[in-house]
């Protein structure tokens, strides 16, 4: 139907329309109905070039509404796969043409006929997703590291809930992999051991062991490659340095764990390791910033200080003594280091009621009190009962000036904004999901959006989420904070609206915040509202849950949901869904009696709105339930119009395995809704 309404059925010679030139392919639909108008007559022939080197299959099959058709409608997935792997237009790859009408034909680079047309709308090429929002932009990495959004994860080392789950260093290297660059470490004292030079090369060497298990289900390099890189890692602190460290002296061992709860815990060392061993396979990463919940007394801060120089080496960022003067130094400036956060006061001593960088405010009170009311059911142990009691009272922390110094961020609590953005650049706040919703009630959000131009902010899960549930980032993005850490280990959908905003600028985990954001006029940051509309037609390849190879046929039905931040500064989830298709993965078609559903949306803040889809299977309502399939998350500013195929993503955020070729084709209209002032 829309070859024929694009190309028209008949042609002036009044035969059937079996091709289309590249003259029409870019007035007609490019520019008429993709919006592409900066698409040239020369790009649409490199295309059709890529297009016409396909295989395409030349025999009947069997569509959802059990009519005979060309196998291009069917088998497009078979046809896209050869799209999908290449980006570029001009590294395709012959692979032996054919043609559905006349085999032995001399195919004409000129025209493609609808089997490739068809292929072509499912295509990488045709992604909803802009290209150019998608692709890593150098240029754009030079400014202060203020202004930008950074991937961060919240309690990174935790495999589950926030009380009784397991802590792994495997899961530092799934959140980098992830594309997260901002990890956090809760760190307390984990007791005193006497270590000798020998036990520690071997404590080394099975650490770097466990790191090679690690890294071959995360990198496509060779074991030999691995080996050697664990190898050199293992001989990077020279003999003097261990000797000297590691003695028959009984050695503080800080360890990570969430405190007063019943997760395990692990060495803060094995994190270090992992994230050097990270940091050499990729040494042009843009910086991994270490997010410090520091509870360790002097001793073992010492030992931390002694172990980030050791391991990290040249990785680890150390401040000049003038940076605290100035502005923040950009992540281009910062590439290939890891940074830290934490505290770094001009003295000693930090007056606790001053310093709020930590995840331990008041919105934890509930998950402490959780904690403790577990304990108490499982064990009597003093030290649990007493993380009941709320634990307000003022007192003064010593930091380490050894560890102070390889600190960039400073942690501090905030009085006002006014006084805030006067403070050093690299002062910086941190706010619960609960504090910044109330921000924005409080009408401060524009101040808080003026602050992050300079300085950082980050915000965390509150307290409750004991089950590592998230919270949307959107609204604290539209605050302008840079870091909104999220629980990694938990895949739900606000985990997979993160995915979505960091999908931009190659995955580097930084994106440029919008420039609504980055002026200091408070009109400009209003935005005109967008009029969304959205039609989901088709389907294609979409897998079973979880990318299972066996079970009955699925019936996907696809939930649309945008989520904005409205003018009255309140956060707003809208969403539709389809009718579902019963038992048709391979090709479904979304319609109802009389035309296909459009989705119409109108949305106030598209500088941070997120669209998002989510592929689900209908149960049967008795024994099964609806299960997930896979979901895109688009951010509104990448977001193109016209017929587009939306590439599906996993749980992980991939596409691997039977999720390769798995996309939607859908039906995108915006339109700028004027906005009239008043005089």
């Given amino acids: 139907i829309l070859w024929n309404n694009l190309f028209g059925e008949i042609m002036n010679n009044g035969k059937q329309r079996l091709n289309v030139s590249c003259n029409s392919f870019l007035e007609k639909f490019l520019h008429a109905k993709q919006g592409e108008t900066h698409t040239t007559l020369e790009q649409v022939k490199r295309l059709f070039r890529k297009l016409n080197q396909m295989e395409m299959p030349n025999h009947a099959a069997v569509n959802n509404n059990n009519h005979t058709t060309n196998t291009a409608n069917a088998l497009v997935p078979s046809i896209v796969s050869s799209t999908s792997r290449n980006n570029s237009y001009d590294n395709s790859i012959h692979n ?26 499912l295509s990488k090429e045709n992604d909803a997703f802009s290209p150019n929002r998608e692709r890593f932009d150098r240029r754009l990495m030079t400014r202060p590291i203020s202004e930008y959004w950074i991937n961060s994860s ?19 290297m799934n959140a980098l992999y992830r594309g997260c660059r901002c990890l956090e470490l809760d760190i307390w004292d984990g007791g005193d051991t006497i270590v000798s030079t020998t036990s520690t090369s071997a404590s080394m060497a099975s650490s770097g062991a466990a790191m090679s298990m690690t890294m071959n289900s995360q990198l496509t390099s060779s074991s030999s490659q691995h080996q050697h890189q664990l190898q050199s890692q293992q001989q990077s602190p020279s003999p003097a340095s261990i000797a000297q460290s590691y003695s028959n002296a009984p050695q503080p061992i800080p360890v990570v764990w969430h405190g007063h709860t019943m997760t395990s815990k692990i060495l803060f060392v094995d994190i270090i390791k992992c994230l050097k061993t990270f940091m050499d396979f990729h040494p042009l990463t843009y910086p991994v910033i270490l997010s410090f919940e520091n509870h360790c007394s002097i001793p073992y801060q010492e030992v931390m200080a002694h172990e980030l120089e050791t391991i990290l080496g040249n990785t680890l960022y150390i401040p000049p003594t003038d ?29 606790d009621d001053e310093d709020e960088d930590s995840d331990d405010g008041s919105d934890d009170d509930t998950e402490r009190k959780t904690a403790s009311m577990y304990s108490e059911s499982t064990t009597t142990t003093s030290a649990n009962s007493s993380s009941s009691k709320p634990r307000k009272q003022r007192t003064k922390t010593k930091i380490a000036p050894a560890l102070a110094r390889l600190t960039l961020f400073h942690g501090c609590k905030l009085k006002n904004f006014d006084e805030s953005i006067q403070s050093p650049s690299h002062h910086m706040h941190s706010f619960s999901e609960n504090k910044v919703k109330k921000l924005f009630r409080q009408g401060a959000s524009r101040m808080w959006a003026i602050y992050n131009q300079s ?30 850490a999220l629980n990694f280990q938990t895949q739900d959908t606000p985990l997979k609206i993160n995915d979505g905003r960091f999908r931009q600028n190659g995955q580097c985990g930084y994106v440029l915040k919008p420039t609504t954001l980055a002026l200091k006029d408070e009109l400009a940051l209003e935005n005109a509202p967008v009029s969304l509309s959205v039609r989901v037609l088709t389907g294609s390849c979409l897998p079973k849950p979880r990318g299972q190879n066996t079970g009955d046929c699925i019936s996907p039905y696809v939930k649309v949901t945008v ?35 459009r989705f119409t949306f109108m949305i106030d803040n598209a500088d941070v709105a997120v669209l998002h889809f989510e592929v689900y299977s209908k149960g049967d309502g008795v024994g099964t339930k609806d299960e997930f399939i896979a979901f895109a998350s688009i951010p509104m500013s990448c977001l193109r119009q016209g017929y587009r195929s939306i590439q599906l993503m996993d749980g992980n955020n991939t596409r691997n395995g039977p999720f390769s070729y798995a996309s939607l084709l859908v039906e995108i209209k915006m339109m700028r809704v004027p906005v009239i002032v008043e005089i």
């Fill in 96 to 121: 032996g043409n054919t043609n559905n009408d006349n085999s032995n034909s001399v195919i004409d680079d000129s025209r493609i006929d609808r089997n490739r047309f068809e292929a072509y709308l």
């Fill in 455 to 484: 300085h950082m902010s980050r915000t965390y899960p509150a307290g409750s989420r004991v089950d590592s549930s998230n919270y949307s980032p959107v609204l604290a993005w539209a605050g302008g904070c840079q870091m909104v």
């Fill in 154 to 172: 919240h309690n990174t080392y935790l495999t589950g809930d926030q009380l009784t789950s397991h802590s792994s260093v495997d899961m530092y």
């Fill in 323 to 351: 940076s605290k003067m100035g502005r923040l130094p950009s992540p281009e400036d910062l590439r290939g280091m890891i940074v830290v956060k934490g505290r770094r006061p001009d003295g000693a001593i930090i007056d």
């Fill in 563 to 597: 989520f904005d931040v409205k003018k009255e500064e309140k956060e707003s989830v809208i969403s539709f869904t389809t009718n579902s298709v019963p038992d048709n993965g391979y090709f479904p078609i979304w319609h109802n009696a009389m035309d296909r559903e």
